[in-house]
């Protein structure tokens, strides 16, 4: 295991800087998961750290030790890829001892600590087998466990589970999960799927234009994000935007309500969950006419013109939403209120 830290790192394509300084540290045994939309730059940030792509400048330190200038093979990082990367040909045992073909060990050590990773990832049945008779999650576990096998400091995961269907995904999360809580290395997990990364993270690192937005465990990212993209981004469905304005500790929503919470003055955005909006207690926020219903069982969707405030999502309880065509009050708890700037986005 190993701490991971990252400092004024930059990458670029020519005269494009497609990373722009990232500062970040990872402690040893954690857990961190990157995660933003397609470009962003979480997979180049990765990529960096495996050594596949070389730095344009800052610093990559794994274990305290400059990595830049290292080979992959040198920096003591394991890499499970999206597309599993294991050998048709063999069996899963030779997959999963793939890893230790360099490796200083004898041979009875190497078939000892290829069993002993085929126990931890419950494959020890399958070890004869060629990765054409295995489904693909267990061809994702064959990856992992050629990974695990050399022990290294960094494991480093590229969106390993958007090859599978929704189900595996969510197996698949849980093992990874279990994983890391059993064996303890520190792990970098890139995804674009926020479910993944508010699931198995200890941290979240949220980025946007190769910038890193925010920092935090998945409950700071959730209830305190720190921008509107972060607000936007973390939480489906998205958290509703409603422009507003500020002035004497009271917020006046374009054709909505006041709301006594204000501590600046001047044009505001009110963020507001779908899950903290809705029919029952807490302040009126906004009024208007439900469009659409999304039943989901216990509790339904509803969607709501507000005319100048734009559409907003709420919930209704699922057994007697209202029906479309229906004018309602929503309402809020005001210490379930996001305040941002206006111009700028950040969270006040």
């Not at 004869?128 to 061809?139: A, F, H, I, T, V």
């Not at 200890?202 to 920092?215: A, F, L, N, P």
């Not at 963020?271 to 216990?298: C, F, K, Q, S, Y």
């Amino acid at each position: 295991m190993a701490t991971l830290t990252l400092r004024d790192l930059v990458k670029a394509y020519g005269k494009v800087e497609v990373l722009h300084g990232i500062n970040l540290d990872v402690g040893d045994g954690e857990f961190v998961v990157f995660v933003g939309p397609s470009g962003c730059g979480k997979s180049t940030t990765l990529r960096m750290i495996a050594g596949l792509e070389e730095v344009t400048g800052g610093t990559i330190e794994i274990g305290g030790r400059v990595v830049n200038n290292l080979e992959p093979k040198e920096r003591d990082i394991a890499m499970v890829f999206q597309n599993y990367a294991i050998y048709p040909h063999m069996s899963v045992r030779k997959n999963i001892g793939f890893g230790l073909r360099t490796a200083k060990m004898s041979k009875a050590d190497k078939e000892a600590r290829i069993d002993e990773v085929a126990g931890i990832l419950d494959m020890t049945a399958l070890l004869d087998r060629k990765p054409n008779q295995l489904s693909g999650g267990q061809r994702q576990r064959v990856a992992i466990g050629r990974a695990m096998v050399r022990d290294p400091a960094v494991f480093l995961f590229d969106e390993p589970l958007s090859n599978l269907d929704a189900q595996l995904r969510t197996q698949m999360r849980l093992e990874i999960k279990k994983l890391h809580q059993r064996v303890g290395n520190t792990i970098v997990f890139v995804t674009h799927d926020q479910v993944e990364a508010m699931t198995m993270a200890d941290r979240i690192v949220i980025m946007k234009d190769g910038h890193i937005q925010q920092v935090g465990t998945p409950s700071d990212v959730y209830h305190s994000p720190a921008n509107t993209f972060v607000a936007r981004f973390i939480g489906a469905p998205s958290m509703n935007m409603l422009p507003a304005t500020a002035k004497d500790g009271t917020v006046q929503l374009d054709n909505g309500f006041g709301v006594p919470m204000a501590s600046t003055d001047g044009p505001v955005t009110v963020g507001v969950r779908p899950d903290d909006l809705g029919l029952g207690d807490g302040v009126p926020i906004i009024a208007g006419r439900v469009t659409v219903r999304e039943p989901l069982g216990p509790e339904t969707l509803i969607y709501v013109d507000t005319g100048a405030g734009g559409e907003v999502i709420a919930k209704a309880d699922g057994r007697t939403p209202p029906e479309v065509g229906a004018e309602v009050t929503l309402r809020a708890a005001p210490e379930n209120l996001h305040l941002f700037d206006a111009k700028t986005g950040l969270a006040i």
